[in-house]
């Protein structure tokens, strides 16, 4: 068994997260008396730290366990089974933030898995790539 450790966000609670922060800054600097330029840039120059805020609260580490017959998903709560045989492809988005690992099943819905490369230490995807290229599964790197 092969397995890699993927620091994914739980991308939900990462959007949820992003706009009430966003919209609380935003409503906060409109109630200091000062110029609407110096508003934004308070709103502008927060925006590392509510990207901080928002990675920390989403995060939902996952570990991708290969066998000869199954593809298993584990995160902290839940747990995803793919027979090798029902997956058609695994599709691999690169994104400014971290990459969106999508598998292709006939017999299931389309399932997304969103990686993270924000604020976090390297992680198994690089090697879980490698050891894709070298599998029976149908792997697009895009």
Known sequence: MNSFKIASLHRGKYMACLLILVSITALLASKIPVSEIIRILIVLFSMPLILFIGVKVALNESVWHFTEETLTIEYAATTQVFTRSEITYIRN??????????????QQPTYRCWRNKLFQSEDDLSE???????QDIEYYDM
């Not at 988005?93 to 006939?106: D, E, T, V």
């Not at 879980?128 to 070298?134: D, E, I, S, T, V």
């Open 93 to 106: 988005l690169r994104r400014s933030g971290g990459n969106l690992i999508m598998i292709f099943s006939a």
């Open 128 to 134: 879980m790539q490698a050891f894709l290229r070298n």
